[in-house]
């Protein structure tokens, strides 16, 4: 994995790319912009009363899990580069893999960034779908790397053309992002693709890593089933999730990264400790009570989010004549698209401004990579009443853009 070695794992240089890769001198502001705006970041501002742009549940309440006298002798040091060990053995058991496959990150988002820069920092080539979450990419770009995009559609209900992404791939391709299920649509990719990507990555582009986030796995809806983690399907698959979406404990920025290959896991390690050092063990021992929790937290969630999925179901139902969707697989998420013989561009438009005025919000496509008349509706972060009123505004608001005959 030569693609691996760097000259320099400073802070400065992994945060800001200040190592070999950058041969021209920072001069007024001209090397600035690395990370491109995006409106997503709106979702951690204030938020309006009928949220139905979050892709989470309600937030666990910390006396949920623990006794907070119960950490009152605890010591506020360092922990470890890897993580706690115990953490890392409980997520391991949950995949089926050995707890030194596993390194506990400050969220999902800081796996991402590492992975980019550890394997396509100055000009690897990486494959990312599109849409996708922001983040996932503007990390990849941030490093400098080659972006290919693989884009999903409404049509296809957002599953990835193999024979597309046969094209994309090439002998320098480092990486291959892909989520599962995704943001913003909650479709999970079957493994049998999986599969199939990996064998095109193995004859294409052997010495490249397939991550795969799994941030919404856990999320299924009541009894359904929920998918094995597609670490198990091959040792080039890298695995990253976290406490933030199935758990509801955004708040602890807890993560991890899970890879079998033993010199990717060393990097990850190495990259953690010279960008955060460790995790903060609060951090870490809360995480614990979580996962002790963790069969209560799930099935109570598990169980919302199927109510949820029902309600947002029948509202679809009742309004087919405007909107139509893609059913999500797992996840607070789906998108939902304004019929094109319905509303025009013009009315498109107005539908987000429309809802502005009725204090209610929605995740607009353009924010991922989607067509605009493609929205992220989330329907598990509202309590079942406000839920109701929410979507019973975005009916009003979509009968007052209607398009004329």
Aim: aromatic share 6%; net charge neutral.
């Amino acid at each position: 994995m030569g693609t691996i070695s760097r000259n320099c794992n400073c802070y400065l240089c992994l945060v800001f790319g200040l190592d070999q890769m950058q041969t021209q001198p920072i001069t007024n502001g001209a090397r600035m912009g690395r990370f491109p705006a995006n409106e997503i970041i709106s979702l951690v501002g204030l938020a309006p009363r009928y949220d139905l742009a979050e892709s989470v549940g309600p937030d666990l309440v910390l006396k949920e899990i623990i006794d907070i006298s119960d950490m009152a002798e605890m010591r506020l040091g360092y922990g470890t580069a890897p993580g706690d060990r115990k953490l890392r053995t409980m997520i391991a058991d949950a995949h089926g893999v050995m707890a030194d496959d596993v390194v506990i990150t400050m969220g999902g988002m800081h796996a991402l960034f590492l992975l980019a820069f550890i394997l396509c920092a100055g000009d690897g080539e990486a494959v990312i779908t599109k849409p996708a979450f922001p983040p996932a990419r503007d990390c990849l770009k941030a490093v400098g790397a080659r972006v290919k995009t693989l884009p999903l559609s409404f049509e296809r209900r957002y599953q990835p053309d193999l024979g597309h992404l046969g094209t994309l791939l090439s002998p320098r391709t480092r990486l291959v992002s892909l989520a599962s299920p995704q943001n913003p649509s909650g479709v999970a990719i079957p493994a049998v693709t999986v599969c199939k990507i990996l064998a095109m990555m193995a004859q294409i582009c052997p010495e490249a890593s397939l991550l795969v986030d799994e941030t919404y796995r856990e999320a299924a809806y009541g009894d359904e089933k929920v998918a094995t983690s597609a670490v198990a399907l091959g040792p080039r698959v890298v695995s990253v999730a976290s406490l933030s979406k199935c758990h509801g404990a955004p708040g602890l920025r807890l993560g991890w990264a899970i890879t079998r290959e033993g010199a990717l896991r060393e990097q990850l390690v190495v990259g953690k400790f010279n960008t955060v050092i460790s995790c903060s063990p609060i951090d870490e021992a809360l995480a614990l009570s979580v996962f002790d929790a963790r069969d209560r937290i799930l099935t109570e969630r598990r169980r919302r989010l199927g109510q949820g999925l029902a309600t947002t179901a029948a509202w679809i139902a009742e309004n087919s004549a405007l909107i139509e969707w893609v059913r999500p697989d797992a996840g607070a998420l789906c998108c939902v698209r304004l019929k094109p013989h319905v509303f025009d561009d013009i009315a498109v438009t107005q539908f987000y401004a429309a809802l502005a005025g009725n204090d209610v919000r929605v995740a607009n496509g353009t924010w991922f990579g989607d067509e605009e008349r493609v929205f992220r509706l989330g329907f598990g972060f509202l309590e079942a009443a406000d839920l109701h009123v929410g979507l019973a505004a975005l009916t009003d608001v979509l009968h007052q853009i209607r398009k004329g005959p």
